[in-house]
């Protein structure tokens, strides 16, 4: 703005229109620079310049020192552009440095009006420019230096923020895990307490039957104690394995077949083949496949092998594409009558009761012994219920 009274004091009223134009449009843009309007008004703010520099240099010539305001351009595209938009920087810069070339080339012409002013004008134009280009770029260092202070002021305060929210963030991880350890130690703890409790059952069964003389009483004791034994057994592997939600079947099978072989005694020497493949069952449907386990090789032990010196009894489990389990429990005894099968027998009713309940579906066949057959929608409810 004070150009403009230089230049009108030289009465050159050509550059007072074009000193006051330039600065009228520099504001605009930087207006609309401060309203987001962003890719416009930093494009236009340069070409502003640009043109401003090259308007003025063409009338007053290089000895003018209107090139001085070009020192400005790495400030100023400082100011306007961020570092990671490098591709507008360079061009940016590139296109100051042809503007530089061009007044520089510009003192060839014929058409400045340089000569036209006295030395000491000229002089004194380039000494107000050469000060009030030192004084923008001493401006403008002087805002960035104070951003930049700002901007380190408040990175140290967001790192405080940040530390004490990682803090505090990992006091809550450390009670979170305490709590799970507690929670972890509690559920071990009650798992335990259910299997020493049924084994107490168990015991307390036994020394019950002990006490009998009549053997249909003895066995119907007999099958409940290994009733209790089959969950039992799914609460001490859960202690063990520290895993309170799924347990390995093929280990509970291993333990199961070794104690059920030797809790009936039997003249046939029976043999059983597992076919078990390793998967990790939730404890609800392990618990209903455990009875159901126990009910129908408790059933081929008493009832299958009458009268031969071998039996076999075979047991299975796979997992069907991760949607269901087939399980089965065949022998090759006498099988089983279809009126047997449908009576209302306290084993069949557990069985088909336990089915039921986890959404499952049943399906028997009597050739050459009986063969069961259970699928079970891993996911139990009734979007997967079995029809």
């Given at each position: 703005?004070?150009?403009i009274?230089?230049?009108?004091?030289?009465?050159?009223?050509?550059?007072?229109?074009?000193?006051?134009?330039?600065?009228?449009l520099?504001?605009?843009?930087?207006?609309?620079?401060?309203?987001?309007?962003?890719?416009?008004?930093?494009?236009?703010?340069?070409l502003?310049?640009?043109i401003?520099?090259?308007?003025?240099?063409?009338?007053l010539?290089?000895?003018?020192?209107?090139?001085?305001?070009?020192?400005?351009?790495?400030?100023?595209?400082?100011?306007l552009?961020?570092f990671?938009?490098?591709?507008?920087?360079?061009?940016?810069?590139?296109?100051?440095?042809?503007?530089f070339?061009l007044?520089y080339f510009i003192?060839?012409?014929?058409?400045?009006?340089s000569?036209?002013?006295?030395?000491?004008?000229?002089?004194?134009?380039?000494?107000?420019?050469?000060?009030s280009?030192?004084?923008?770029?001493?401006?403008?260092?002087?805002?960035?230096?104070?951003?930049?202070?700002?901007?380190?002021?408040?990175?140290?305060?967001?790192?405080?923020?940040?530390?004490?929210e990682v803090?505090?963030r990992?006091?809550?991880?450390?009670?979170?895990?305490k709590?799970?350890?507690?929670?972890?130690?509690?559920?071990s703890?009650?798992?335990?307490?259910?299997?020493n409790n049924?084994?107490?059952?168990?015991a307390?069964?036994n020394m019950?039957?002990?006490?009998?003389?009549?053997?249909?009483?003895?066995?119907i004791f007999?099958?409940?104690?290994n009733?209790?034994?089959?969950m039992?057994?799914?609460?001490?592997?859960?202690?063990?394995?520290?895993?309170f939600?799924?347990?390995d079947?093929v280990?509970?099978?291993?333990k199961?077949?070794v104690?059920?072989?030797?809790?009936?005694?039997?003249e046939?020497?029976?043999?059983i083949?597992?076919?078990?493949e390793?998967?990790?069952?939730?404890?609800?449907?392990?618990?209903?496949?455990?009875?159901i386990?126990?009910?129908?090789i408790?059933?081929?032990?008493?009832?299958?092998?009458?009268?031969?010196e071998?039996?076999?009894?075979?047991?299975?489990?796979?997992n069907?594409e991760?949607?269901?389990?087939?399980?089965?429990?065949?022998?090759?005894?006498v099988?089983?009558?279809?009126?047997?099968?449908?009576?209302?027998?306290?084993?069949?009713e557990?069985?088909k009761?336990?089915?039921?309940?986890?959404?499952?579906?049943?399906?028997?066949?009597?050739?050459n012994?009986?063969?069961?057959?259970?699928?079970?929608?891993?996911?139990?409810?009734?979007k997967?219920?079995?029809?």
């Amino acid at each position: 703005m004070p150009s403009i009274f230089i230049f009108l004091y030289l009465q050159i009223h050509v550059l007072v229109i074009a000193n006051t134009l330039v600065a009228l449009l520099f504001l605009f843009f930087v207006y609309l620079n401060k309203k987001k309007y962003f890719k416009f008004s930093r494009t236009a703010i340069i070409l502003t310049t640009n043109i401003g520099v090259l308007f003025f240099s063409f009338y007053l010539g290089y000895e003018s020192g209107i090139y001085l305001y070009l020192f400005l351009s790495p400030l100023l595209i400082y100011l306007l552009f961020d570092f990671n938009e490098k591709k507008y920087i360079f061009s940016f810069l590139l296109l100051y440095l042809i503007t530089f070339l061009l007044i520089y080339f510009i003192q060839k012409t014929p058409f400045t009006i340089s000569e036209k002013l006295s030395p000491s004008s000229i002089k004194f134009i380039y000494s107000f420019n050469f000060c009030s280009a030192f004084v923008l770029c001493f401006g403008l260092i002087t805002y960035f230096a104070n951003n930049n202070d700002k901007y380190i002021i408040n990175l140290i305060k967001h790192q405080q923020v940040l530390e004490e929210e990682v803090d505090l963030r990992n006091k809550s991880e450390d009670l979170l895990r305490k709590s799970l350890n507690e929670r972890g130690v509690l559920l071990s703890e009650v798992h335990h307490r259910v299997k020493n409790n049924l084994a107490i059952i168990s015991a307390l069964i036994n020394m019950q039957i002990g006490s009998l003389k009549d053997e249909k009483d003895k066995d119907i004791f007999e099958e409940t104690k290994n009733r209790i034994y089959a969950m039992a057994l799914i609460h001490n592997l859960l202690y063990q394995n520290k895993s309170f939600a799924k347990i390995d079947f093929v280990q509970y099978v291993d333990k199961f077949c070794v104690n059920i072989v030797k809790s009936y005694r039997s003249e046939t020497i029976i043999v059983i083949d597992q076919q078990v493949e390793a998967v990790e069952i939730d404890i609800e449907t392990a618990t209903s496949l455990a009875l159901i386990f126990n009910e129908l090789i408790t059933n081929s032990i008493k009832h299958a092998f009458k009268n031969m010196e071998k039996g076999q009894i075979t047991i299975g489990l796979e997992n069907n594409e991760n949607k269901f389990y087939k399980f089965w429990v065949n022998d090759n005894g006498v099988g089983i009558d279809e009126k047997t099968l449908g009576s209302n027998t306290m084993g069949m009713e557990i069985v088909k009761s336990l089915v039921e309940q986890i959404d499952g579906k049943m399906e028997y066949s009597n050739n050459n012994g009986s063969h069961f057959t259970i699928i079970i929608p891993i996911v139990s409810g009734s979007k997967n219920k079995i029809n």
